[in-house]
C-alpha cells in the first residue's frame, strides 16, 4: 500500500514563474491537507480540501496561492509569480475520514526554491 | 489564534530517558499530536491525547493535562535512531475543520 505521494521532491523556479505541486494521498484517503515548513521552523496549515471541495483555506495567502482536489487524479497546490519567501518545503497529508484524533499521514515534501 | 511553546534543543544520552514538554495557548482545543521528523524526511505520527492522562506506545509516552494546557512527550531506552525533531500539535476546530496547529518543533540529539 503506497504512502502519500508528492512530485516533483525538489523545484527549483525563478522569481516571477510558477510553481505547481502534485500530492497523490493514500488509497482510501479522501481528506487532503498542505502545510508548509520553513527551516528549522514547525509546520505551517495552508488548506485543506477533501474530493472537489475546498474546505478551509484559511491558511493559505489570498493572493498567488490556490489549491485543487479534482474529481479525478492529485490534489494540486499551484503559486503563481513566485518570490524568494515562498522558497520552503510544502508537505501534502491525508487521512481517511475527518474526525478528532485522525492521524495524518505525511507525504516527503516538495522542496521549492526561488532563485 | 493558537501558540505552543516547546523547547528548541534537548541533548539526552543513550539508553537514558527524555521528557519534551509542551505548553499550548488555543480555543476550542480537541487533542494533543506529537510528531517525530528526521532530517530532511517526513514527519510521522508518534500519539495523541483528548483526554488527561499517559498513553503509552513502546518506548514512547504521551501525557496531556488539559487543565494546565500542557502535555510532554516521553522517550525511554533512547537509541540513537530517536535523533530528530519532535513537534507537538494541536487540534483544534477552525473554520469548521480539524486543523493541526504545529510548534516549532525540539531537536532531540542522542549521544553515545
Known amino acids: 500500500n503506497a504512502g502519500v505521494m508528492q512530485n516533483p521532491r525538489h523545484l527549483v523556479r525563478r522569481r516571477g514563474q510558477e510553481a505547481r505541486l502534485r500530492c497523490s494521498p493514500m488509497?482510501?484517503?479522501?481528506?487532503v491537507y498542505w502545510y508548509r515548513q520553513l527551516p528549522e521552523e514547525g509546520l505551517k496549515f495552508m488548506v485543506y480540501?477533501?474530493?472537489?471541495?475546498?474546505?478551509?483555506e484559511s491558511g493559505m495567502p489570498k493572493e498567488r496561492f490556490s489549491a485543487e482536489f479534482p474529481k479525478e487524479g492529485p490534489s494540486i497546490l499551484r503559486i503563481q509569480q513566485v518570490v524568494r519567501g515562498d522558497s520552503a518545503a510544502y508537505f501534502c497529508?491525508?487521512?481517511?475520514?475527518?474526525?478528532?484524533?485522525?492521524?495524518?499521514?505525511f507525504g516527503p515534501g516538495t522542496r521549492l526554491t526561488v532563485t | 489564534g493558537q501558540s505552543l511553546e516547546q523547547p528548541s534543543e534537548v541533548t539526552a544520552v543513550e539508553g537514558a530517558i527524555v521528557q519534551i514538554n509542551c505548553t499550548y495557548q488555543?480555543?476550542?482545543?480537541?487533542?494533543l499530536s506529537w510528531y517525530q521528523q528526521h532530517d530532511g524526511g517526513a514527519p510521522t505520527f508518534l500519539s495523541y491525547?483528548?483526554?488527561?492522562g499517559l498513553e503509552e506506545t513502546g518506548r514512547f509516552s504521551s501525557f496531556l493535562s488539559r487543565s494546565d494546557s500542557y502535555g510532554y512527550l516521553l522517550l525511554q531506552e533512547l537509541q540513537m535512531k530517536d535523533s530528530a525533531s519532535y513537534f507537538c500539535?494541536?487540534?483544534?476546530?477552525?473554520?469548521?475543520?480539524?486543523?493541526?496547529?504545529f510548534g516549532k518543533g525540539t531537536k532531540l540529539s542522542v549521544i553515545p
Open positions: 480540501l477533501q474530493k472537489e471541495n475546498i474546505i478551509d
Open positions: 488555543t480555543s476550542g482545543f480537541y487533542g
Open positions: 497529508a491525508s487521512s481517511p475520514v475527518e474526525g478528532q484524533g485522525d492521524e495524518q499521514y
Open positions: 500539535a494541536v487540534e483544534d476546530s477552525g473554520a469548521g475543520s480539524y486543523q493541526l496547529t
Open positions: 491525547n483528548a483526554l488527561d
Open positions: 488509497k482510501g484517503h479522501s481528506h
